[in-house]
């Protein structure tokens, strides 16, 4: 009986233990089946995966109807409002062409991030204004389902610029300027300097313009990768390579006066990849030059500034490379939370960084003190010598400061007007530019790619008017420039 | 009793998410799930029909729109009536609450209607406006700006006042007694930097700034930027 009844429950527990793994054998056998089956059906149908002899998936598309060379905040700007502006959903196929998805030594990461609208060319104010808008309503623009929004980690503080007795009059005519065009800028006597910032020395300071709205600074960082992933959200395909070649096709034609000129269109962008030899030749309708630092070099690929001096065709694109340093100090004795960016009469700047009292700052050098730009290395006795004087003159607590980090940074410097160029080139004529901004490509990038959009689309600056903007300046010799540079 | 529950919250939370993606912007503070867990199947719809992307991206953006519309500026009441009874009317509107000088407070009632009873008060200033929980934002604050006598303004919990919206208020520094930012999710110490502008505030309370990074000390460094104003907020100075 016992012997029995141990069989029977000694069976039910096999017949229950049987069961169980039965179960779980068959849910695994289940998993195995399916996916055999899965691949027995992508065997058999088409339009699966083809053993090709050579993967073509890594390379740009053979055509684009408009290649963007640069992936920086101008560029993908552009290419934004390329496709916010078309007539009809994924009418234009945009390509972005960037050498490096690092950034490594793009200029939009290693900047300061400031914005400011205390400019005297009022394009440039509403440039800055445009974009302020641009960034308060980031979310409205820049929004892409699903994802988190942005946060742009900005920082109203505002600029405080600072005039000697010379600057005093220009500073005055550029306030005018600035408050015609809607910004909030208010001008402020030593006294009241000194009553508002009391760590300020205003000695040598005839006049100071401060920005009490829409100025400040931001996380350049931020605003790249919340246009990157709403441009990616947008259609517009990304590359990383180097643009060597442009194959373009030219026409002779003669002018009223009876010169010959030589139209050039590009045809074909050769998109070399990233560490091979292979390149790619895209066919495209319009390449925008966005270079940057680097766009003298890509005008040059396509002819442009290859003629005789004097002539148009011999007018190169004069934006150059600039190397710029900023460091970074702590000084426990230093101005508090309302610091603005402070731009001194000699040119140095600062600005607070966090709320540990650490700061933010650095000077442009003099036209012969330009620092070799092959490398990205830091001259620290360039802070001990020409900034930290100023400096500490400007700030006397700033006498105490210790250095915590420093690094360098590239300007697309515009040698000469030190101002943005935008538009199509007078003789390639489907090159457009949007670049040599000299340090304030970021603050103007949202306004600035609008406005080549609109170029490219209407054939015409709808919202704001950049034709001082144009390269054909550059032959006539019309400079546009600031009345202060910083 | 650990295990169902986590399977409870596998399954739940799927469609209470995917309402949410299309409704909530303030994910911000949300926490960040598992990335398996979060899609959803209107993500995966998304992801595979453009219509339905198209779709989500319409309401994403209607929503956008549908605060902007609060936000409308009331031009053609401040050229009627004047600066203070627009300013009343735009909070009004939006369900705050406002106090004209010498007179009681006027609020909304409980479905939003109130009486145009102050239409007469147009030669009073607006002495304190009470907006807290409001959907106000900057283009919102454009209505209040032209109070000249404003004293005291509480935005408490707004859910679009940003830092941008502080600098913004400057127009109001030489009246502002008291300001109340309690509870705003997108107000940050970045923003606070700003206040140095109002030297006249007595009263400021920044307790509860989800965005402030550093409470305690960025209740200090306000503290000494504002000497003569008493601060609300995180209490471990």
Same mark, same amino acid.
């Given at each position: 009986?016992?012997?029995?009844?141990?069989?029977?429950?000694?069976?039910?527990?096999?017949?229950?233990?049987?069961?169980?793994?039965?179960?779980?054998?068959?849910?695994?056998?289940?998993?195995?089946? %399916?996916?055999?089956?899965?691949?027995?059906?992508?065997?058999?149908?088409?339009?699966?995966?083809?053993?090709?002899?050579?993967?073509?998936?890594?390379?740009?598309?053979?055509?684009?109807?408009?290649?963007?060379?640069?992936?920086?905040?101008?560029?993908?700007?552009?290419?934004?409002?390329?496709?916010?502006?078309?007539?009809?959903?994924?009418?234009?196929?945009?390509?972005?062409?960037?050498?490096?998805?690092?950034?490594?030594?793009?200029?939009?990461?290693?900047?300061?991030?400031?914005?400011?609208?205390?400019?005297?060319?009022?394009?440039?104010?509403?440039?800055?204004?445009?974009?302020?808008?641009?960034?308060?309503?980031?979310?409205?623009?820049?929004?892409?389902?699903?994802?988190?929004?942005?946060?742009?980690?900005?920082?109203?503080?505002?600029?405080?610029?600072?005039?000697?007795?010379?600057?005093?009059?220009?500073? @005055?005519?550029?306030?005018?300027?600035?408050?015609?065009?809607?910004?909030?800028?208010?001008?402020?006597?030593?006294?009241?300097?000194?009553?508002?910032?009391?760590?300020?020395?205003?000695?040598?300071?005839?006049?100071?313009?401060?920005?009490?709205?829409?100025?400040?600074?931001?996380?350049?960082?931020?605003?790249?990768?919340?246009?990157?992933?709403?441009?990616?959200?947008?259609?517009?395909?990304?590359?990383?390579?180097?643009?060597?070649?442009?194959?373009?096709?030219?026409?002779?034609?003669?002018?009223?006066?009876?010169?010959?000129?030589?139209?050039?269109?590009?045809?074909?962008?050769?998109?070399?990849?990233?560490?091979?030899?292979?390149?790619?030749?895209?066919?495209?309708?319009?390449?925008?030059?966005?270079?940057?630092?680097?766009?003298?070099?890509?005008?040059?690929?396509?002819?442009?500034?290859?003629?005789?001096?004097?002539?148009?065709?011999?007018?190169?694109?004069? %934006?150059?490379?600039?190397?710029?340093? %900023?460091?970074?100090?702590?000084?426990?004795?230093?101005?508090?939370?309302?610091?603005?960016?402070?731009?001194?009469?000699?040119?140095?700047?600062?600005?607070?960084?966090?709320?540990?009292?650490?700061?933010?700052?650095?000077?442009?050098?003099?036209?012969?003190?330009?620092?070799?730009?092959?490398?990205?290395?830091?001259?620290?006795?360039?802070?001990?010598?020409?900034?930290?004087?100023?400096?500490?003159?400007?700030?006397?607590?700033? @006498?105490?400061?210790?250095?915590?980090?420093?690094?360098?940074?590239?300007?697309?410097?515009?040698?000469?007007?030190?101002?943005?160029?935008?538009?199509?080139?007078?003789?390639?004529?489907?090159?457009?530019?949007?670049?040599?901004?000299?340090?304030?490509?970021?603050?103007?990038?949202?306004?600035?790619?609008?406005?080549?959009?609109?170029?490219?689309?209407?054939?015409?600056?709808?919202?704001?008017?950049?034709?001082?903007?144009?390269?054909?300046?550059?032959?006539?010799?019309?400079?546009?420039?600031?009345?202060?540079?910083? | 009793?650990?295990?169902?529950?986590?399977?409870?919250?596998?399954?739940?939370?799927?469609?209470?998410?995917?309402?949410?993606?299309?409704?909530?912007?303030?994910?911000?503070?949300?926490?960040?799930? !598992?990335?398996?867990?979060?899609?959803?199947?209107?993500?995966?719809?998304?992801?595979?029909? +453009?219509?339905?992307?198209?779709?989500?991206? +319409?309401?994403?953006?209607?929503?956008?729109?549908?605060?902007?519309?609060? !936000?409308?500026s009331v031009n053609?009441i401040k050229n009627r009536y004047g600066p203070y009874i627009a300013g009343a009317f735009s909070v009004? !509107?939006?369900?705050?609450?406002v106090?004209f000088?010498?007179?009681?407070?006027?609020?909304?009632?409980?479905?939003?209607?109130?009486?145009?009873?102050?239409?007469?008060f147009q030669a009073v200033p607006v002495?304190?406006?009470?907006?807290?929980?409001?959907?106000?934002? +900057?283009?919102?604050?454009d209505n209040l700006l032209p109070l000249k006598e404003l004293?005291?303004?509480?935005?408490?919990?707004?859910?679009?006042?940003?830092?941008?919206?502080?600098?913004?208020?400057?127009p109001l520094?030489?009246?502002?007694?008291?300001?109340?930012?309690?509870?705003?999710?997108?107000?940050?110490?970045?923003?606070?930097?700003?206040?140095?502008?109002?030297?006249?505030?007595?009263?400021?309370?920044?307790?509860?700034?989800?965005?402030?990074?550093?409470?305690?000390?960025?209740?200090?460094?306000?503290?000494?930027?504002?000497? !003569?104003?008493?601060?609300?907020?995180?209490?471990?100075?």
């Amino acid at each position: 009986m016992l012997r029995k009844a141990l069989q029977l429950s000694s069976c039910r527990r096999l017949s229950a233990r049987g069961l169980s793994t039965r179960r779980g054998g068959s849910t695994l056998d289940w998993g195995g089946k %399916v996916s055999e089956i899965k691949k027995k059906i992508r065997s058999v149908l088409p339009g699966g995966t083809w053993d090709l002899p050579y993967d073509t998936s890594h390379l740009p598309p053979e055509h684009a109807d408009v290649v963007i060379v640069g992936g920086g905040v101008i560029g993908l700007s552009v290419a934004y409002w390329l496709k916010r502006l078309e007539t009809q959903r994924g009418a234009i196929r945009v390509l972005v062409v960037e050498r490096d998805h690092t950034y490594r030594q793009a200029s939009t990461g290693l900047s300061v991030g400031g914005i400011r609208q205390q400019f005297s060319c009022p394009e440039n104010i509403r440039l800055s204004l445009f974009s302020a808008s641009f960034l308060r309503n980031i979310n409205d623009y820049l929004a892409v389902v699903d994802d988190p929004p942005l946060d742009l980690q900005f920082n109203p503080s505002g600029y405080l610029l600072l005039a000697s007795e010379k600057g005093a009059a220009v500073m @005055e005519s550029n306030v005018k300027v600035q408050r015609q065009e809607g910004a909030k800028v208010c001008l402020l006597s030593p006294e009241q300097l000194r009553s508002k910032f009391p760590w300020i020395n205003t000695e040598g300071v005839a006049l100071a313009s401060y920005g009490l709205e829409n100025e400040g600074w931001f996380d350049p960082w931020c605003l790249l990768q919340g246009l990157r992933r709403k441009v990616q959200s947008m259609g517009v395909l990304f590359c990383q390579g180097e643009v060597t070649r442009f194959i373009s096709s030219s026409a002779h034609m003669e002018n009223a006066s009876g010169e010959e000129v030589t139209l050039k269109r590009i045809r074909e962008v050769h998109v070399k990849m990233d560490h091979s030899l292979e390149y790619q030749p895209v066919e495209c309708a319009v390449v925008i030059n966005a270079a940057g630092a680097w766009s003298g070099q890509i005008a040059e690929l396509a002819g442009i500034g290859n003629g005789p001096p004097g002539t148009l065709q011999g007018t190169k694109l004069p %934006v150059e490379l600039r190397k710029r340093y %900023v460091y970074l100090w702590h000084c426990p004795q230093g101005p508090g939370l309302e610091t603005p960016l402070v731009a001194d009469t000699s040119g140095a700047y600062f600005r607070r960084e966090g709320l540990g009292n650490s700061y933010l700052g650095g000077c442009s050098p003099t036209e012969e003190e330009e620092p070799d730009p092959g490398n990205l290395e830091v001259d620290h006795d360039f802070f001990q010598e020409k900034v930290w004087p100023h400096l500490a003159q400007r700030v006397p607590a700033f @006498e105490t400061l210790k250095v915590r980090s420093a690094w360098a940074g590239y300007y697309d410097y515009n040698t000469f007007d030190q101002n943005g160029v935008v538009g199509p080139h007078p003789l390639v004529v489907n090159m457009y530019f949007a670049t040599g901004f000299s340090g304030h490509g970021l603050q103007q990038a949202p306004a600035v790619g609008r406005a080549v959009a609109e170029i490219v689309l209407e054939g015409s600056f709808q919202t704001i008017n950049l034709s001082p903007f144009l390269f054909s300046r550059f032959y006539f010799g019309e400079k546009f420039q600031e009345a202060t540079i910083i | 009793m650990a295990a169902p529950r986590a399977s409870l919250c596998l399954v739940a939370p799927v469609w209470n998410r995917g309402t949410r993606g299309v409704r909530g912007l303030n994910r911000m503070v949300a926490p960040q799930g !598992n990335q398996r867990k979060r899609r959803t199947l209107v993500q995966f719809l998304a992801d595979h029909f +453009y219509d339905v992307q198209a779709l989500r991206e +319409y309401f994403l953006h209607k929503q956008a729109l549908k605060v902007h519309q609060e !936000n409308r500026s009331v031009n053609s009441i401040k050229n009627r009536y004047g600066p203070y009874i627009a300013g009343a009317f735009s909070v009004l !509107n939006q369900g705050g609450a406002v106090k004209f000088q010498g007179q009681e407070w006027i609020r909304p009632n409980g479905r939003g209607h109130f009486s145009l009873d102050f239409l007469k008060f147009q030669a009073v200033p607006v002495e304190a406006v009470d907006a807290s929980g409001c959907t106000l934002n +900057y283009s919102g604050l454009d209505n209040l700006l032209p109070l000249k006598e404003l004293q005291s303004l509480w935005l408490q919990r707004c859910p679009h006042v940003d830092d941008w919206c502080l600098s913004h208020l400057h127009p109001l520094a030489d009246s502002l007694q008291e300001l109340s930012l309690a509870g705003c999710p997108r107000i940050s110490e970045r923003g606070l930097a700003c206040l140095h502008h109002f030297q006249k505030l007595r009263k400021l309370d920044i307790s509860d700034l989800p965005s402030v990074s550093n409470p305690g000390l960025t209740r200090i460094l306000v503290e000494e930027m504002l000497p !003569n104003c008493e601060v609300l907020g995180a209490d471990w100075a």
